[in-house]
């Protein structure tokens, strides 16, 4: 079944709970977001990652991804809004969007008041074949604050090693590496479980068919994109909200770590997927996203320089 209009199809989801009652975190709704979202207490959220379809045609089950403009927005409006209520007053909000609309949510997100730290590029190396313009090979990720002077950013949990450390074998590289970049493509050298020793540049493509990860849905995020998100804006404990769950990476990936999650998705048989994929995610013992190397003198020797 197709819908043309969520806010009609969106199903019943949970009862609304009682003021100041225990609300049912590390879970999934099913439902439409902003009637749900209205649901939950004001200020409960450490971390929002939204990841809303770009409105460009994609084949959702339910969802029907190809609204007029106005409609597009007058909802990216109202779903906006929903996810800033909820935030707490350290949180942060992180949308995912295609080029299309990047300009639009950006312009929307100053105006609901938050503050925006990065315009991240994630670049992508699988994406659709085009014949008559560029093949695209990345999505926006707006990383927005509610208050830029108290919000959780664990820079310890993301550095990674710096081309000073892994390339040019200089000694005066910062042992504890550096932070990302804004553009991540996230090499191999940046993840400690993606490291192979024989390649020297790994870009985290989108989810493809033969991936060990891969669940069948249309547009599944990788989990190191969400890794790198949950890890610096969140402690253990907090709340991670997906909005947008689809098929429930932010979830996976928040319970993997340790955080409570919370997602809404608007297909029932998207969340009994969810569901599926959670029961196979235990809690690890959280560790360093990369553990810093000394400067990497074979390769420097190997590209025919001299380590300093
Ligand atoms: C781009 S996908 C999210 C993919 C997700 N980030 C992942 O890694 O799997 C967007 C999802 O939003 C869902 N959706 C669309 N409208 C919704 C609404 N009003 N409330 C909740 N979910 C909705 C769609 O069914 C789809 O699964």
Redesign the pocket.
Known sequence: MRAEN??FT?RAGPTTYAEGAAMPWDDVWT????R?LDQMPAGSVDLA?A????NIG?E????QDRRCKDDYLG?TDR?LAAVRRVLKPTGSLWV?IGDEYAAEVKVRLDALGLTMRNWVVWHYTFGVNCTKKFNRSHAHILYYVVDPKDYTFNADAVRVPSARMTTYADRRANPVGKLPDDTWVLRPQETEDHFRPEGDTWYVSRVCGTFKER?G?????PEAV?ERIIRVATDEEDLVL?????????LAVAKRLRRRYLG????DS?VEAIRERLLTVKPDPVKPLSVPRRPGVRRTQAAGLKPR
Not at 217 to 221: R, Y
Request: glycine share 8%; proline share 10%; aromatic share 22%.
């Open positions: 969520v806010e969106a439902g439409d977001c902003v749900l990652f990841d809303p379809p770009f994609y959702y089950d339910l969802y909802w779903w995912a669940t849905h249309p547009c599944q995020m969400l997906d909005p947008f769950a689809g098929s429930g990476t932010t809404i998705e608007l297909s998207y």
